[in-house]
Structures are given as C-alpha cells and as structure tokens.
C-alpha cells in the first residue's frame, strides 16, 4: 500500500515528483485554495491562469497537470478540482477532500513520489486525505501478467497545523479503514473460481487471527446439524460446499454488542431460476456485505473501541444442478421457521435469514445485516447510494447519519406494512419472493421476520454501490468498491461513544 507521511515544510521544498493543489469551481473559474501560495509563487503568481488557459473550472474529480518551471523539487503540478465548496468542518467538506485526494492519487500511478498540498486545518482533514490517497490508489493487479503502472509509491501531506497526538490517531484511523476498505475490494475483484466459500472462511479466518478475535467456520456438515437450512438450501447446487463464519471480537468492559451480518454469495447464477448471461457478469459481487463485515470487524479489533462485535459472514455459491433447490421446494431456517422457495435467485434472504437468527441467539442490543440484495434497489436508489431499512426510525436515522459522517451515500426506505401479507405462502411459514413492486422493501420485510424480539436492526441493501461497472470517480475505482465497510466500523464507534443509541435495552 502507499506510504503516507505527514511533513510542516513548504510544498516546494520536499522532495517528490509531483505536487499536488486543490482548486474549487468559482464564479469566475477555477480558484487556489489555501495552501497553494508557495507552489503559486514559484510559477510567479500564474497557476489560476494558466489552469483556465487549459479549460480547468474546478469541477469535483477534475485533474489538470502543469509542468513546473520555478524553483522546486517538483516536476510537475497535478491541480484537482473539489467543485463548489461546503463549509469547513462539515461531512460534505470532507468527502470532497477525500474524493480529490482519490482522483489525484489515480492519476498519479506510474509516480513514485507526491507532496499533498491540500488544505489541513485539523485531524479530520487529514485523515480524509489519507483515505483519499490510500483508496484511490488501490488497484487488483494480481490477475495480469503485462506490467501495468504501479500505484502512487510515497504521499506526503502537508499538514503545518497537525497536531501530535490527535493527529496520530486520526491517521492510523484512516489508514487502517482504507486498508480494510481495500481488502473489500480485493476479495470483491478476486474471481468466484478462487473465492470459493471455503477460499473465502479461510481467508477471513487468516485476516482475524492475531487480532485475538474468536473465530469459529461452520462447514456444510455442521451447516445441516445446526438447522441452517438457508445456508445449506442455496449452497446444496454447487461443487463448492457452504460455510458459515462467526468473529467474535470482545473487548474489555463493553457496555454494548454489535452484530454484524454479511450477505456471501460467492457466486449468483440464479440457480434454477436462472439469470441471463448479461445478468450474472457482476455476480462475483455477490459476497460484497461478508467481504465488508469481515474487513469491518478486522478493522474494529485493531482499534480497539468498547463495543463487542459479532461478524457472521454465511457464504454459499448460488449455482443450478442436479442437486440444486428447485422453485417450490420449502427449508427450515435456523430457529425453525419454513420458507417456500419460489425463486432460487432470491438467494440472499435465505443465507441471511440463517445468519440473522444465530446472531440473535448471541443477544446483541443491535444487528445491522449488509447485502447485495436486490436489483429493486439499485433501480431506486443507483448504483452510487445504499438503501437503509430497519425496525425504528430513529436507529434508521443514526445508521444513516453514520454513512454520511463516513463519506457514504445512503438513503432511508420503508418497511411498508402492506407488503408483509404478499410474502404468505399457502405451504410454508413464508415465501422468498412477495410483491411483483418494492423489491427492496418486500426483502427488508422477510429479513425483519428472523430478528428476534427486543433487538434493535437494521438492514443496508448496497446492490447498488457494491460493485462499479462505470469509469473511476474520487476515490472509487472499477470494480468492487469496499461499500459500506466505513459505514460499518462508524456505526460501532457511534454505539461505543453513545452517538448511536436508539437500541431498546440500555
Ligand atoms: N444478487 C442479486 C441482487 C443484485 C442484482 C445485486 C444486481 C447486484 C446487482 C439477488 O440475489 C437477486 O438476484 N435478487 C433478485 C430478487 C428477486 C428474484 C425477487 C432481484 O433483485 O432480481
Ligand atoms: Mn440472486
Ligand atoms: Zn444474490
């Protein structure tokens, strides 16, 4: 991963390739921001100009490169645009910082040096830059045999104001939510051929060991002695066997309890009730939720706030065989209610209505599940924002708060009463599939049903930004993009210092 470091010298002075200067989108153009003044100075007071000169506005994710002339270290000058600017030391500020320290550092592959000259006014500024630089730079090398540009190797911030000890925390905090954000999309990218889901337990169990994390993998013979129907329903078609992972993170003196559920499809072909070939090319997407539970409760171990997590990944490869479910046949979920299956590639629901039930048995205040639920959403809400759903409006509300203070678009949907009876089922306790319209909803609703009584949950639907099929933005590369991971460990922070508290035992 790339190298941050924090420096007080002057842009101009430090010794790198590139240097990096923010500019927002004016009345009259393309404007410096603060903290350019040296960098101007040394091209003589004409870096504004000789931005519009080259059609520069500014404009949020806008790279423009200058040579340089003067007197600096620098060869040349990356100026990236953070658009019209939010008000200092609001989240908006924030993820404009984040998103241009992305854009800057992607075009900055192939460079092995760069000064950050971006405004630094407190810790949080530069932790966002951090994240910027760190996430923009990711790249899933490990499938092509050419030499494509390495990632930006060294970033210096420039930070005059940084102070001590905030600061130092503020940044590891930054640098371990990007590794783990990173970590997502590798496991997102790697194909479904090598991430099987007992390649996926493995490596999750790799990533918690060390952390002094409780690990535990349920394999497929255990998956049926343990009643987990759903895991096993959708696994039974596929060569590769199902599992079902549980990380335990207990801190010392925890008030509260975190479960954490991932959807981890490894794989979705639909099953019997096939996809198209256009509709599976994204499918190895489909264990997004478990990639960022598991990079989420790796990250919390490592820093360590007074909340327990439980992280439950159940992982199955969602494929059509001999063996495989059929459309009408009807399992038992954990805990003992039946569901008709009448739509194997309503998958999802059945993994995580298992999950769900064993992280009840656990007796957390709170259970937030993740998953790449349903086309329904990303029809709602596009693939850039996540949908939120839960059992209390107000948990709703401080989940959501959470993703915006994380720099991730969410946005609330409801649980709409009306749809609940559409999910009966004439044979079995319910059915998987349920109004023709509200897809997002009519899942969220059939999840609420395995939440047992007096547990605070809620459910965020990232079909939408789990995965990127359009060019690089900020900090987003193409492909898997780690969604919800900063959300994740956000909302064990809020929980750990009373931010998140509508949970209903105190
Ligand atoms: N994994 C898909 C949802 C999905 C679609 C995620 C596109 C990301 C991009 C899920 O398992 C699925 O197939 N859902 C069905 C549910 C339907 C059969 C009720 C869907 O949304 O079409
Ligand atoms: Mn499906
Ligand atoms: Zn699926």
Redesign the pocket.
Known sequence: MTSIALSSARPTKISADAVVVGVTAADGGPRLLDGTASVDKALHGSLANTLRDLGATGKADEVTKVPMTGNTKAAIVVAVGLGKLAEHGTTAYREALRRAAGSAARALAGTRAAVFALPVSEPDDAAAITEGVLLGSYAFGQYKTGNGKPPLERATLVASRADGRRSTAALRRAEVLAEAVNQARHWVNTPPRDMTPAAFAAAAQQHARGLGMDVTVLDEAALRKGGYGGIVGVGQGSANPPRLVRLAYRPFRAKRHVALVG?G?TF?S?GL?L?TAD?MT??K??MGGAAAVVAAVVAVARLQPRVAVTAYAPMAE?MPSGSAQRPSDVLTIRGGKTVEVL?T????RLVLADAIARAGEDEPDLIVDIA???????IALGTRTAGIMANDDRLRDQVHRAAERAGEPMWPLPLSPELREKLDSPVADIA??GAKWG?AL??GLFLAEFVADGIGWAHIDI??P??NEDSPFGYTPKGGTGAGVRTLVQIVEDVADGTLSAMPRP
């Open positions: 959807k499809i979705d639909g009730s996809k509709g994204t499918m997407c489909d969602n739509n590639d309503a998958e999802g790449t639920l349903t086309g329904a959403c990303r998987n599939v897809g009519s899942a079909a939408g789990a995965f």
